[in-house]
């Protein structure tokens, strides 16, 4: 076993797994939240993990730790004194592929346009897959892998990234095979996501280009292997629930998982498709009622609340305190897209405790092992748990509340992939 990273002298380790029957190290409740909301959490006071082979060998009281895992004999020692670590951020719901920009829209809004009033006027989705056509493939990795410098620097270890700025089954292939690269290419793990059924192409009727996505583009996407999930933008003026289960349906038989866009800018139903349909997760979810709620939690479809979306479009946030309430385990995603241009977990975090009404310890948890089951992973991805991935992230704060408690900067100092240090301030 060669030993890959020892980090030592923490102020806090956050494993994410609670650490009953494990006393050494660990923390007491805030006085702002409770002690079963700390205990959840599985916090350890100076502490230390130590990483073997890529993976989580041994967390806990830093002494022990260290005099078992020597920091000298480790390819990676780093010192965290005052610091804090956690696991690395799962963002499960992404549109980070893309070309173009759009931040004249953004100052449309301002001016009081609508999200449907800009796209009616030819900018918005359709604006993004002309520019994304007209892009060479090189010039797409590259912005790509740009994003994901910026999502690693934040802290984010594991990424969902969707096509559909093609639209047509060859840009649609292209998108993929370009997601595939950033994943071999960057450090951050790239989950790759088709969704053709994105928005209608200029010129066509929904159910016409519907035929298109489950006849010529759905074949296609299952041949080249590349895409895990299917997803659809289940929306007034762009697929309907009936369209939308067609397109969903053909992608499992085509082995995807369901993904569903629901009840975004109206309440339409998708979100009881996205229980009927088995999906991984129902994304977005801010015009969702109790009994959409209620179906989610008895299908096991995990809810994603992207609170960016909502301060992009100066809209009403979801209400996550009704999912949490239900018992539904709530994830977090950035969205990121060009019409939410935030690459940030942590300004995320910020939005959906300040906005949403999520403790700090409800975000995290939000952030990474419920954001890890919205995309189907193990269920130590997201954790720091002996056995799970050695994905981690070293804020430079004494706490992890200090994610959406200093909200505007990064808190991220150093971040861990598989052991090994990828990003450092």
Same mark, same amino acid.
């Given at each position: 076993?060669?030993?890959?990273?020892?980090?030592?002298?923490?102020?806090?380790?956050?494993?994410?797994?609670?650490?009953?029957?494990?006393?050494?190290?660990?923390?007491?409740?805030?006085?702002?939240?409770?002690?079963?909301?700390?205990?959840?959490?599985?916090?350890?006071?100076?502490?230390?993990?130590?990483?073997?082979?890529?993976?989580?060998?041994?967390?806990?009281?830093?002494?022990?730790?260290?005099?078992?895992?020597?920091?000298?004999?480790?390819?990676?020692?780093?010192?965290?004194?005052?610091?804090?670590?956690?696991?690395?951020?799962?963002?499960?719901?992404?549109?980070?592929?893309?070309?173009?920009?759009?931040?004249?829209?953004?100052?449309? @809004?301002?001016? &009081?346009? !609508?999200?449907?009033?800009?796209?009616? *006027?030819?900018?918005? #989705?359709?604006? =993004?897959?002309? +520019?994304?056509?007209?892009?060479?493939?090189?010039?797409?990795?590259?912005?790509?892998?740009?994003?994901?410098?910026?999502?690693?620097?934040?802290?984010?270890?594991?990424?969902?990234?969707?096509?559909?700025?093609?639209?047509?089954?060859?840009?649609?292939?292209?998108?993929?095979?370009?997601?595939?690269?950033?994943?071999?290419?960057?450090?951050?793990?790239?989950?790759?996501?088709?969704?053709?059924?994105?928005?209608?192409?200029?010129?066509?009727?929904?159910?016409?280009?519907?035929?298109?996505?489950?006849?010529?583009?759905?074949?296609?996407?299952?041949?080249?292997?590349?895409?895990?999930?299917?997803?659809?933008?289940?929306?007034?003026?762009?697929?309907?629930?009936?369209?939308?289960?067609?397109?969903?349906?053909?992608? @499992?038989?085509? &082995?995807? !998982?369901?993904?569903?866009?629901?009840? *975004?800018?109206?309440? #339409?139903?998708? =979100?009881?498709? +996205?229980?009927?349909?088995?999906?991984?997760?129902?994304?977005?979810?801010?015009?969702?009622?109790?009994?959409?709620?209620?179906?989610?939690?008895?299908?096991?479809?995990?809810?994603?609340?992207?609170?960016?979306?909502?301060?992009?479009?100066?809209?009403?946030?979801?209400?996550?305190?009704?999912?949490?309430?239900?018992?539904?385990?709530?994830?977090?995603?950035?969205?990121?897209?060009?019409?939410?241009?935030?690459?940030?977990?942590?300004?995320?975090?910020?939005?959906?405790?300040?906005?949403?009404?999520?403790?700090?310890?409800?975000?995290?948890?939000?952030?990474?092992?419920?954001?890890?089951?919205?995309?189907?992973?193990?269920?130590?991805?997201?954790?720091?748990?002996?056995?799970?991935?050695?994905?981690?992230?070293?804020?430079?704060?004494?706490?992890?509340?200090?994610?959406?408690?200093?909200?505007?900067?990064?808190?991220?100092? =150093?971040?861990?992939?598989?052991?090994?240090?990828?990003?450092?301030?």
């Amino acid at each position: 076993m060669t030993l890959t990273a020892v980090v030592y002298d923490a102020a806090e380790i956050v494993t994410l797994e609670a650490n009953e029957g494990n006393d050494g190290g660990r923390a007491s409740a805030s006085d702002d939240e409770t002690p079963d909301e700390t205990a959840d959490l599985g916090i350890y006071e100076d502490a230390a993990v130590a990483i073997e082979d890529g993976e989580v060998a041994r967390v806990g009281a830093s002494g022990p730790v260290t005099r078992e895992f020597p920091p000298e004999n480790a390819a990676y020692a780093v010192d965290a004194t005052g610091k804090s670590v956690i696991p690395g951020f799962v963002d499960p719901h992404t549109h980070a592929l893309f070309a173009g920009d759009r931040s004249d829209e953004f100052q449309a @809004k301002l001016r &009081g346009k !609508t999200y449907q009033e800009i796209m009616a *006027e030819g900018g918005g #989705i359709l604006r =993004t897959v002309r +520019a994304t056509r007209e892009a060479s493939d090189e010039q797409l990795l590259d912005h790509l892998l740009g994003h994901l410098d910026t999502m690693l620097a934040h802290g984010t270890t594991t990424v969902e990234v969707k096509s559909g700025y093609g639209l047509d089954t060859e840009t649609e292939l292209r998108m993929l095979d370009i997601i595939d690269r950033a994943d071999d290419r960057h450090a951050v793990d790239v989950v790759a996501t088709f969704m053709g059924a994105h928005a209608v192409p200029e010129g066509r009727e929904a159910d016409n280009y519907v035929a298109e996505v489950v006849d010529d583009q759905l074949p296609e996407v299952a041949s080249q292997g590349i895409a895990q999930f299917c997803d659809v933008f289940c929306e007034e003026g762009v697929f309907d629930v009936d369209q939308s289960r067609r397109v969903l349906e053909a992608g @499992k038989d085509a &082995g995807l !998982t369901p993904k569903v866009h629901a009840e *975004e800018l109206s309440h #339409i139903g998708g =979100t009881k498709l +996205a229980a009927e349909i088995g999906a991984a997760s129902a994304d977005h979810l801010l015009h969702s009622t109790e009994e959409d709620i209620a179906a989610l939690v008895d299908a096991d479809v995990v809810p994603v609340l992207l609170p960016g979306t909502a301060f992009g479009l100066g809209a009403e946030y979801a209400d996550a305190r009704a999912f949490l309430d239900a018992g539904a385990d709530v994830a977090i995603a950035t969205d990121f897209n060009p019409n939410c241009y935030s690459q940030s977990m942590g300004f995320a975090a910020s939005l959906s405790c300040v906005e949403m009404g999520l403790t700090p310890a409800e975000a995290l948890r939000a952030a990474t092992t419920n954001a890890a089951a919205a995309l189907d992973l193990p269920e130590s991805v997201g954790t720091l748990r002996e056995g799970a991935p050695g994905d981690l992230a070293i804020l430079d704060a004494p706490s992890y509340v200090h994610v959406p408690y200093n909200f505007g900067v990064n808190a991220v100092e =150093t971040v861990l992939k598989d052991g090994e240090v990828v990003s450092r301030e």
